[in-house]
């Protein structure tokens, strides 16, 4: 099956620096979301983006999918950013649809 | 609002008393599915519907039930939950028919059993 790897695993950062978070995938994709998991537990989507770039705020992503990989930029970080973020995708449009998830990258933001 | 909910959100039981974890949506999705996520393993999935009365088996199903009665509504049964199934659930939905078929997670239901 697909294979999804992310880097970095984990991440400490002062609070108002940028980051990159890095999302490899092994094969085509038709669907590619990033989420951020919070403290709580709860799965926020960040991003729908199979392929280009999108921003949202202080967020933004971009994924090259002839060359299956995925970047999520956040910049300015605030406390509130902390937790794991996921990169997850799915190989198919129709059918059974189960996103594969990476690792996930843990993310501390210390104030 | 567009949501995926989700009750109870918290649940400690025992082993052998039935339960169900409720999910609804509000998007008049075909799709939903059940997640389960631990550490290590990651989240994994556990049952799939492609519509009404149209339900299938995902990656880890043992244990579980699945019912789809209604477009919005996909309950997860535990007929006689176990220790091992102490885990964080996560009920999803998307729609493949909209031009591509971002999925919407529910908050999440944490279960314990004891």
């Known amino acids: 099956g697909i294979q999804v790897e992310q880097s970095p695993p984990d991440l400490i950062l002062q609070e108002g620096a940028n980051s990159t978070l890095r999302c490899n995938f092994s094969d085509s994709v038709n669907n590619l979301q990033w989420f951020h998991q919070n403290p709580w537990g709860q799965l926020i989507n960040l991003f729908y983006?199979?392929?280009g770039t999108k921003q949202n705020g202080r967020l933004s992503a971009t994924t090259v999918a002839t060359e299956r990989y995925s970047l999520l930029y956040i910049s300015s970080s605030q406390t509130t950013d902390s937790g794991v973020y996921f990169c997850a995708v799915a190989p198919r449009v129709s059918g059974n649809t189960p996103l594969v998830f990476g690792k996930g990258t843990r993310l501390s933001v210390i104030a | 609002e567009a949501q995926v909910t989700q009750n109870p959100r918290y649940l400690i039981t025992v082993t052998g008393k039935k339960l169900t974890v409720t999910c609804s949506q509000n998007m008049n999705h075909e799709y939903m599915s059940w997640y389960r996520q631990d550490p290590g393993l990651g989240l994994r999935q556990i049952y799939y519907s492609m519509n009404v009365e149209v339900t299938d088996k995902g990656d880890v199903p043992e244990g579980y039930k699945v019912s789809r009665k209604e477009k919005r509504n996909f309950p997860l049964i535990l007929e006689s939950p176990s220790p091992n199934q102490t885990s964080l659930y996560f009920c999803?939905?998307?729609?493949?028919?909209?031009?591509?078929?971002?999925?919407?997670f529910g908050p999440g239901t944490r279960l314990t059993v004891t």
């Open positions: 983006i199979p392929s």
């Open positions: 999803a939905s998307s729609s493949p028919r909209l031009g591509g078929y971002e999925q919407y």
